[in-house]
């Protein structure tokens, strides 16, 4: 299957996270984000190292300029559990923005075309680490890495393309 790209419309698929009240949500993509400008990144694994101290930190450092150009929700997502999700978004205190969802057996993380094999790890199918700008679910901005790196998807790089 080929990568999401833009101009791609984002596949409908379901995520779960835990809301504001701690309940255990399980929504589509689509209805989080029809209407709407989001950004959608993606991570190989919670509290893996690049992750959890580039990744994830630039976003919520960045999420008060980034909503200042009329962003309006910033998804963090990975393929792991929920609960692995709400734990990983309890270490960043400082989060007011970044909403952390799983996609615990990776069917979306296939559906955008962006599987990572990391069972040579011991980790199996991950998500590669990206970052996407949708726009009433069109794809308006794809920055996918390579491998692990770490290049292209920062929340710079989509500050830079608003």
Request: glycine share 10%; hydrophobic share 40%.
């Amino acid at each position: 299957m080929a990568p999401i790209a833009v101009g791609d419309v984002v596949p409908d698929g379901t995520i779960s996270f835990f809301d504001e009240n701690d309940q255990l949500q399980t929504a589509s993509v689509h209805s989080l984000a029809a209407g709407k400008k989001v950004i959608l990144f993606g991570v190989p694994g919670a509290f893996t190292p690049t992750c959890s101290m580039k990744h994830v930190p630039g976003f919520i450092e960045k999420a008060e300029e980034l909503k200042s150009k009329g962003v309006d929700d910033i998804i963090c997502f990975s393929v792991n559990d929920p609960f692995v999700m709400k734990a990983w978004g309890k270490t960043y205190p400082e989060n007011k923005h970044v909403k952390f969802v799983a996609d615990g057996s990776g069917e979306y993380t296939h559906l955008l075309g962006l599987e990572l094999d990391l069972k040579d790890k011991g980790l199996g199918v991950r998500s590669r680490r990206f970052a996407l700008l949708l726009d009433d679910l069109k794809v308006t901005v794809a920055n996918v890495e390579s491998g692990g790196e770490f290049t292209v998807s920062s929340a710079d790089d989509i500050l830079k393309a608003l």
